[in-house]
């Protein structure tokens, strides 16, 4: 998998298998906006890796080698040549080499691109949680733990949820990542509880848009905690998403990311999942390959210019790299 084959899939963003049992466990998404997706697969190749929704329409076919052990293609047209080869790649927890937990699974917030709030799922207790680490740890090759999470009542609420769980996550000896709606004051107390990362999510990059769609959000209090966090946690070992495909344009994106690079804080450049649920709330396009490859080139650039290197990052997505282009990882 090159990185342009590897914007192609992400372009695309769903496959469907010859065989399910290929790609057991599948994984239903349940954090943010591909929630409720049904179930998705990694797939790894030449060093890269990508994961796709399963969907039955999908345009892209996940096929078996025969002959082979496990190795699989992947075909864009019938009759053609594969797009690709690897191999399926087991999720731990959500993804492949972590534990990743999404504690709520509800939200009191409505941003338009999110099933979250209409989907109102489980908020997991603290021995579920600790239960579904244990047992992705009894995999094997756990390299971290990611922790994200909804805000079933009060972002303070999500906060104290997380710290409970320290001590408990701490003992595990991997560097834990903690992605959770902002609060003031909450990098320094996640600081002291022993968290290596976190990621706050400015998720819009032009702020008209964040304004519409994350209408109950401030940008305001996103960036004043970003600060804070690589003030406490240090240049690159802070982190954000945004999305691409809101009806945004290439340069506003780009501004965003070096906006936040010059904070300190790594971009996590999300391709918006066209959520069937909000199809009627806000416009959302899956962007092309070009505009995925031609947004990774500028984020290479700006990480250089800044010094940041994503590569690096021990938790959560740019570790992962499977729903996003990764400088450093990905070429
Ligand atoms: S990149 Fe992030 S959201 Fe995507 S599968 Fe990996 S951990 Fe999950």
Do not use: W
Not at 26 to 51: D, M, Q
Not at 116 to 145: M, Y
């Amino acid at each position: 998998m090159t990185a342009e084959i590897k914007a192609f899939l992400l372009s695309i963003g769903a496959a469907d298998t010859e065989d399910e049992k290929m790609v057991l466990p599948t994984l239903k998404s349940t954090a943010g906006p591909s929630a409720g997706s049904s179930g998705s697969v990694f797939i790894a190749s030449n060093g890269r890796r990508v994961r796709l929704n399963l969907d039955k329409n999908a345009p892209l076919k996940i096929r078996k080698i025969p002959g082979t052990a496990d190795e699989i293609a992947v075909f864009f047209q019938a009759g053609s040549d594969p797009v690709v080869t690897g191999k399926i790649e087991p999720a731990l927890a959500h993804c492949p080499e972590q534990a990743y937990l999404n504690l709520s699974e509800k939200c009191i917030f409505d941003c338009k691109y999110c099933s979250v709030p209409i989907l109102r799922g489980h908020t997991k207790t603290k021995e579920e949680t600790l239960k579904i680490i244990k047992d992705a740890f009894s995999k094997g090759n756990a390299k971290a733990i990611s922790i994200t999470s909804g805000v079933e009542k009060t972002p303070e609420g999500e906060l104290e949820r997380v710290l409970e769980l320290m001590p408990e996550l701490k003992k595990m000896n991997v560097p834990v990542g903690v992605s959770i709606y902002p609060v003031s004051g909450g990098s320094e107390k996640l600081k002291k509880a022993g968290v290596s990362e976190v990621k706050y999510n400015i998720e819009a990059a032009d702020p008209e848009i964040f304004k519409r769609v994350c209408s109950d959000l401030s940008e305001t209090a996103v960036f004043d905690e970003l600060e804070e966090a690589v003030r406490l946690f240090g240049r690159g070992k802070v982190f954000s998403n945004v999305i691409a495909g809101l009806g945004e344009t290439d340069e506003s994106i780009e501004r965003m990311i070096e906006k936040l690079a010059d904070l300190g804080v790594i971009s996590c450049v999300r391709p918006i999942y066209e959520n069937a649920l909000r199809k009627n709330d806000c416009f959302m396009e899956r962007p092309s390959k070009e505009r995925l490859l031609k947004l990774f080139e500028a984020q290479k650039k700006i990480s250089q210019k800044y010094d940041l290197c994503p590569e690096k990052s021990e938790t959560m997505c740019s570790l992962c790299t499977g729903c996003d282009m990764v400088p450093g990882r990905d070429g």
